[in-house]
């Protein structure tokens, strides 16, 4: 009987340290270091990320094989985040994953973080079929892919400024709100009026996005009010992130219908962190029904950063023999 594939991933490309195994493309374990300390600065600070990493990651790797019940000699191959990140945060990883190939003398793969985004839809059944769509929000990135196979994909539209987490995330800032604030405009918006004040959405050509207006338009209309009214924040802090949150589901699900309309696919994904978003949730359910769309959306687990989705591509990878040679870098940026 053919022995099975066993792919350590490992993720290290913004403030996660993580490791996971799978074992022929199921996975086995997902071990998340998730680093508390930016909390205190309003915002990941790169410096204290790569310091964070370097604690973390022998932990973080040795509690993800000992939950899959395999020693480091059952390993096929060691998959790790090669672009794009915090480079400082991103050299952690992969000059990890380079030494432990190295002693162990196992192939090594180099995956984009942002395909694995896109992959963590196929970790947990049911799994979309090809081709599909996937709409990649998080707090460094907003994008479409068009998914026609594990290995090839195409990015259709991205943002051309902020990701969409990151408007959330200095929107909150703007309402006094700690850092990371997405999670908490999602919960006062449930409590207030969406309908109540209006911000302008962005015309953008395609499928781009573009957020920073969004954040602009909240800012100037908070210093008006503020200045009549000093409570007014406080007073109408629900209906005003119910209208900011209406706002940005508005943009992200009209691009996703544009998309759809123009492939003709009605499979459709999210991914990332803000596939937390009620918001975007129930108006991605209602648009489904509309349209007939099978929409898939992984457990929060796999929407965040972590080394799940970095194993499944890792296996994939594996299974089309593309390896990288010990020479690879990490890099911040990275194309398709
Ligand atoms: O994918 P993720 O964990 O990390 C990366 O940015 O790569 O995403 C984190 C982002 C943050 O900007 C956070 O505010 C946002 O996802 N987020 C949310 C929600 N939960 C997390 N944004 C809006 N609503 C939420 N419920
Ligand atoms: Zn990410």
Redesign the pocket.
Known sequence: MKSPTYILGIESS?D?TSAAVCRDGKILSNVIASQEIHQRYGGVVPELASRAHMQNIVHVVDAALSQSAIRQQDLSAIAFTQAPGLIGALLVGSGFAKSLALALKLPLIEVHHMQAHVLSNLISAPSPSFPFLCLTV????TQIVRCDSPLSMEVLGETIDD?A??A??KTAKMLRLPY????L??ARAQEGDPKRFHFPEPQVPGLSFSFSGVKTSVLYFLQKHSKEDPSFVERNINDICASFQHTMTSILLQKLKKASLETGIKEICLA???A???GLRNGLTELGARYGWNIYIPAMEY???NAAMIAITGYYKYMNHQFSDLSVSASARADW
């Open positions: 913004c996660e998080s707090g460094g990135h990701a987490g990151e959330y995330d990371p604030g997405g999670p405009i999602d990332g962190g803000v937390a978003n009620k929407c965040t950063d």
